[in-house]
């Protein structure tokens, strides 16, 4: 194995090209304890002791800044390590202990995700950005059972009523052209059809 470049990262780091591939990241100290040089060969011991025994390590440590600050799905904390070049069998086995530590999981996540978002997002929204965020849809539709099963549940048509009273809805003239602008937006947020249009036809007097 030939390690083809040295690319500086930052001040401290370079990312590591071996074979014409990024292999890793290491500290200048790593470069010289390991003798790494640019066009100059790497030893098997050298790589497998850098793989199994140095990033493996350091990328547990990264994740518990990260999880110090505040929670991620499992997926987020896998795209960090990956921004940070850490190679697969490093990145699996942070994450393993991470989450066999209880400091991940999915579903605890999504069902804190939901209660924050309950009172501003509509339903197909929130499932959609936990989708975004890597949480699997089985995952998504337990928390939400788990959070109705504890009298925790969302009132769309009260949180469809409250958008539109912010949007001065019920003040205009109620057009045809003002309920198409306002059942336009609700969709695109997120509501239902049936709940959007059965907020719309109803008569208040703000």
Same mark, same amino acid.
Do not use: W
């Given at each position: 194995?030939?390690?083809?470049?040295?690319?500086?990262?930052?001040?401290?780091?370079?990312?590591?090209?071996?074979?014409?591939?990024?292999?890793?990241?290491?500290?200048?100290?790593?470069?010289?304890?390991?003798?790494?040089?640019?066009?100059?060969?790497?030893?098997?011991?050298?790589?497998?002791?850098?793989?199994?025994?140095?990033?493996?390590?350091?990328?547990?440590?990264?994740?518990?800044?990260?999880?110090?600050?505040?929670?991620?799905?499992?997926?987020?904390?896998?795209?960090?390590?990956?921004?940070?070049?850490?190679?697969?069998?490093?990145?699996?086995?942070?994450?393993?202990?991470?989450?066999?530590?209880?400091?991940?999981?999915?579903?605890?996540? $999504?069902?804190?995700?939901?209660?924050?978002?309950?009172?501003?997002? !509509?339903?197909?929204? /929130? &499932? +959609?950005? =936990?989708? %975004?965020?890597?949480?699997?849809?089985?995952?998504?539709?337990?928390?939400?059972?788990?959070?109705?099963?504890?009298?925790?549940?969302?009132?769309?048509?009260?949180?469809?009523?409250?958008?539109?009273?912010?949007?001065?809805?019920?003040?205009?003239?109620?057009?045809?052209?003002?309920? $198409?602008?306002?059942?336009?937006?609700?969709?695109?947020?997120?509501? !239902?059809?049936?709940? /959007? &249009? +059965?907020? =719309?036809? %109803?008569?208040?007097?703000?």
């Amino acid at each position: 194995m030939q390690v083809t470049k040295l690319q500086p990262l930052d001040k401290k780091r370079y990312i590591v090209y071996v074979d014409d591939s990024v292999a890793f990241v290491l500290y200048k100290g790593d470069l010289f304890t390991y003798r790494i040089e640019e066009g100059q060969e790497i030893s098997e011991a050298s790589y497998d002791s850098i793989c199994q025994e140095i990033l493996p390590k350091r990328a547990l440590l990264r994740l518990g800044h990260l999880l110090e600050k505040r929670d991620y799905t499992e997926k987020q904390l896998r795209d960090k390590l990956r921004e940070g070049y850490y190679p697969v069998p490093a990145i699996d086995y942070a994450i393993n202990k991470v989450k066999g530590y209880g400091f991940v999981d999915d579903e605890r996540y $999504a069902m804190r995700y939901i209660e924050c978002s309950l009172a501003k997002k !509509s339903k197909n929204r /929130i &499932k +959609s950005d =936990l989708f %975004l965020k890597g949480v699997d849809k089985d995952t998504i539709e337990r928390a939400f059972d788990n959070l109705e099963e504890e009298g925790t549940a969302q009132d769309e048509g009260a949180l469809v009523r409250a958008i539109l009273t912010k949007r001065h809805y019920y003040e205009s003239e109620r057009t045809a052209k003002d309920k $198409a602008k306002q059942m336009n937006y609700l969709l695109g947020k997120g509501f !239902s059809m049936s709940v /959007i &249009k +059965s907020e =719309l036809e %109803l008569d208040i007097t703000l």
